[in-house]
């Protein structure tokens, strides 16, 4: 079965300093994966996704991400983090069913920001 | 603006009772979904519809019921056969067919059951 985990609860970093975020996931084809962020009491914006082609995916607000298929893994970057960073992030993975999407979400990544 | 509407942001009811929490979308998706989330689990599927007239259990249908009679529009009913209704709901869409389509998210309904 598809899954999707994501070993750290909670993160928290300096203003300023780099960030990454560990998504590790389960599937048995070519995954579709995703990274959104939300706000306390917000819904579910999208940062980037990834498909094909180019394993390192840019996103919106700085982050990126690196596809590596033999590690599993997906994992979130941001090379300065702001202030304004600090929310749970969720990576996901997509599985077609009768051509739609359907999304798989880990369990989350709380991120705190110190000034 | 194009977007995804939830209404309300926060429901009270008490137990066994029904509850609808409304989902509307103005960005001419085909596809809707609603999640459910609770704190440390991520989100979890519900229901998802995929055109008018049709939708489809997703991995925790159970005391859940939906319709989908608009295109813009997919109710969700929480009833009294869910055991523990409180949580944080959330509604998305995604345009037609393809795994090069994202899911949009509405900003959510705190459901509290008193």
């Known amino acids: 079965a598809q899954s999707v985990t994501q070993p750290d609860i909670h993160i928290t970093v300096s203003e300023g300093a780099s960030l990454e975020l560990r998504c590790n996931y389960s599937y048995g084809a070519t995954p579709y994966l995703f990274w959104y962020v939300q706000s306390p009491g917000q819904g579910l914006q999208l940062l980037l996704k990834y498909f094909s082609g180019d394993t390192l995916v840019q996103g919106i607000k700085g982050f990126e991400a690196e596809f590596k298929r033999s590690q599993s893994s997906f994992n979130l970057r941001k090379p300065s983090v702001h202030w304004s960073d600090a929310a749970e992030y969720f990576c996901?993975?997509?599985?077609?069913?009768?051509?739609?999407?359907?999304?798989?979400f880990g369990a989350g990544t709380r991120l705190a920001v110190h000034p | 603006d194009g977007g995804i509407t939830q209404s309300p942001k926060y429901l009270f009811r008490k137990e066994g009772q029904n509850v609808t929490l409304s989902c509307e979308q103005n960005?001419?998706?085909?596809?809707m979904y609603w999640y459910r989330q609770d704190p440390g689990q991520g989100l979890r599927l519900i229901y998802y519809s995929q055109i008018v007239n049709d939708f489809q259990k997703g991995d925790i249908a159970e005391g859940y019921s939906v319709s989908r009679e608009k295109k813009e529009s997919f109710p969700l009913t929480v009833t009294s056969a869910q055991k523990n209704p409180t949580a944080f709901y959330l509604c998305a869409s995604s345009p037609g067919p393809g795994k090069n389509n994202e899911q949009f998210f509405g900003p959510g309904t705190r459901l509290t059951v008193l």
């Open positions: 960005l001419n998706h085909d596809a």
């Open positions: 996901a993975v997509g599985r077609l069913s009768g051509g739609y999407n359907k999304l798989i």
